[in-house]
């Protein structure tokens, strides 16, 4: 047993969403969405964890830990509540939270979109508005302008992939609701583009920033037959965000699990004709979707797996794998790891995350991997999506009714980790981390 030592200058930080942490942001289509008869929302998000008002509270107690990288979202919905109608007062907000955040010696890492859009775009079709991407860079150059020289790292477009596949197929209970493969495509192809402008927007405003989107990765296990399948899926779901990102000064990699595919070897060849198909594939894609969905969320995870909240496999060093990938695509790239971590009731499960997952990615910077840092999520118990807020991924427990904050041993466990750059393993019973 002996210390992983991590490099100097690492990035060590916790993420949030502003609409799964801030609360009332009624001007989104996520408000909307939640509040409609026949989605799979569990409960709509409220007031969520108050963050827009404790974001100072918030923010110190992250710095305390000893991380030194706060990632949270700009909310589009707040700064432009109606076609070409920007409110200064919220976008000093957010010059405020990146202030508050330097002020503690932080790096601010803002995500200029995390899934949310304003209602008046959803009203237009979202994603599938054919001046969507447009817009998108014009509400960034304004964020951009404004936040100047004090931000240093920009996340463009939240987990694409996730976007597209959970609301344009509705395989995820997310807005708008579409579940055809036509529109599916049309997503793809608008927040490709809607990436390209918004880096090339920072890149304009502000050179020396750093660009890059953040990817849902998976580890992705098959058996012969499955293997069409899960090609077809890597393919649309991260093939064709993470080739756009080749101009990227890093990518941002996010992995919460291995999904595992078992199909008799005899089907492939079936399959595979059926999805290279486009009548088949429309047909065949929304089906399996729709099915897979309305299936029990535990029952991601196959019998005997150990599973998470989310029914997710327990899986941390799925991030390694994924993370392994993107460094033999784009060799010599920085990479960051801007998303990982579990829903769990308890707590030494997220210690236990925590620790195999970095134990992981330690491996590959053994490896020369151009690993720059490692971002965990959340910072804060928040809004699930359409999961509502059973499911618990904070370093920081929060009771809605008071907003009590609790640090949690994991919080302290990872923030003992950032501030030595070493990490004890395997790691000592959570009573003591
Ligand atoms: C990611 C999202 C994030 C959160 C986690 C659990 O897909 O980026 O908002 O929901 O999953």
Not at 237 to 244: H, I, K, Q, V
């Given at each position: 047993?002996s210390d992983?030592v991590?490099?100097?200058?690492?990035l060590w930080?916790?993420?949030?969403a502003?609409?799964?942490?801030?609360?009332?942001?009624?001007?989104?289509?996520w408000?909307?969405?939640?509040?409609r008869p026949?989605t799979?929302?569990?409960?709509?998000?409220g007031?969520?964890?108050?963050?827009?008002?404790r974001?100072?509270?918030?923010?110190?107690?992250?710095?305390?830990?000893?991380?030194?990288?706060?990632?949270f979202?700009?909310?589009?919905?707040?700064?432009?509540p109606?076609d070409?109608?920007?409110?200064p007062a919220?976008?000093?907000?957010?010059?405020?939270?990146?202030?508050?955040?330097?002020?503690?010696?932080l790096v601010?890492?803002?995500?200029?979109?995390?899934?949310?859009l304003?209602?008046?775009l959803?009203?237009r079709?979202?994603?599938l508005?054919?001046?969507?991407p447009?817009?998108?860079?014009r509400?960034?150059?304004?964020?951009?302008?404004?936040?100047?020289?004090?931000v240093?790292w920009?996340?463009?477009?939240n987990?694409?992939?996730?976007?597209?596949f959970?609301?344009?197929?509705g395989?995820?209970?997310?807005?708008?609701?579409?579940?055809?493969?036509g529109?599916?495509?049309t997503?793809?192809?608008?927040?490709?583009?809607?990436?390209?402008?918004?880096?090339?927007?920072?890149?304009?405003?502000r050179p020396?920033?750093?660009?890059?989107?953040t990817?849902s990765?998976?580890?992705?296990e098959?058996?012969?037959g499955?293997?069409?399948?899960?090609d077809?899926l890597?393919?649309m779901?991260?093939?064709?965000?993470?080739?756009?990102?080749?101009?990227?000064?890093?990518?941002?990699?996010?992995?919460?699990?291995?999904?595992?595919?078992?199909v008799?070897?005899?089907?492939?060849?079936?399959?595979?004709?059926?999805?290279?198909?486009?009548r088949?594939?429309?047909?065949?894609v929304?089906?399996i979707?729709?099915?897979e969905?309305?299936?029990?969320?535990?029952?991601v995870?196959?019998d005997?797996?150990?599973?998470?909240?989310?029914?997710?496999?327990?899986?941390p060093?799925?991030?390694?794998?994924?993370?392994?990938?993107?460094?033999?695509?784009?060799?010599?790239?920085?990479i960051?790891v801007?998303?990982?971590?579990?829903?769990t009731a308890?707590d030494?499960?997220?210690?236990e995350f925590?620790?195999?997952?970095?134990?992981?990615?330690h491996?590959?910077l053994g490896?020369?991997?151009?690993?720059r840092?490692?971002?965990?999520?959340?910072?804060?118990?928040?809004?699930?999506?359409?999961?509502?807020?059973?499911m618990?991924?904070?370093?920081?427990?929060?009771d809605?009714?008071?907003q009590r904050?609790?640090?949690?041993?994991?919080?302290?466990?990872?923030?003992r980790?950032a501030?030595?750059?070493?990490?004890a393993f395997?790691?000592?019973?959570a009573?003591?981390?």
């Amino acid at each position: 047993m002996s210390d992983l030592v991590f490099p100097e200058g690492f990035l060590w930080g916790a993420a949030t969403a502003a609409h799964q942490v801030e609360g009332d942001n009624t001007n989104s289509d996520w408000w909307a969405w939640e509040r409609r008869p026949g989605t799979p929302c569990r409960e709509p998000s409220g007031t969520a964890c108050d963050h827009y008002g404790r974001f100072p509270e918030d923010i110190a107690l992250l710095a305390d830990l000893g991380l030194n990288t706060y990632r949270f979202s700009v909310e589009w919905a707040r700064v432009e509540p109606s076609d070409g109608t920007f409110d200064p007062a919220a976008i000093d907000h957010y010059r405020r939270v990146v202030e508050t955040a330097r002020s503690h010696g932080l790096v601010p890492m803002v995500t200029l979109n995390h899934f949310t859009l304003p209602a008046w775009l959803a009203d237009r079709g979202g994603w599938l508005a054919a001046d969507a991407p447009r817009l998108f860079e014009r509400y960034c150059r304004q964020v951009v302008g404004a936040l100047g020289d004090a931000v240093d790292w920009y996340c463009t477009v939240n987990e694409p992939g996730v976007v597209a596949f959970g609301g344009y197929l509705g395989a995820l209970g997310f807005p708008p609701g579409t579940r055809d493969v036509g529109s599916w495509r049309t997503a793809i192809g608008g927040l490709v583009e809607a990436h390209r402008r918004a880096r090339a927007a920072v890149k304009e405003l502000r050179p020396s920033a750093r660009a890059g989107a953040t990817h849902s990765m998976q580890e992705w296990e098959a058996s012969a037959g499955g293997r069409p399948v899960i090609d077809y899926l890597r393919r649309m779901n991260e093939d064709a965000f993470l080739e756009a990102s080749a101009e990227d000064d890093f990518i941002g990699v996010q992995t919460y699990t291995r999904v595992r595919l078992d199909v008799p070897a005899i089907a492939a060849p079936l399959v595979r004709a059926a999805l290279a198909v486009p009548r088949i594939e429309a047909l065949a894609v929304p089906w399996i979707v729709g099915r897979e969905t309305r299936r029990a969320p535990a029952a991601v995870a196959s019998d005997g797996v150990r599973a998470t909240q989310m029914g997710y496999e327990f899986r941390p060093e799925a991030i390694a794998w994924t993370v392994a990938r993107v460094a033999r695509m784009y060799p010599g790239k920085d990479i960051v790891v801007t998303e990982h971590g579990v829903a769990t009731a308890d707590d030494t499960e997220r210690v236990e995350f925590i620790a195999g997952g970095l134990a992981s990615l330690h491996r590959l910077l053994g490896e020369g991997v151009p690993l720059r840092g490692y971002v965990h999520w959340s910072l804060l118990d928040n809004f699930e999506w359409a999961r509502g807020y059973e499911m618990t991924f904070g370093l920081i427990g929060v009771d809605r009714a008071t907003q009590r904050r609790t640090v949690r041993p994991s919080a302290r466990m990872l923030g003992r980790v950032a501030a030595t750059g070493r990490l004890a393993f395997p790691p000592k019973p959570a009573a003591d981390a």
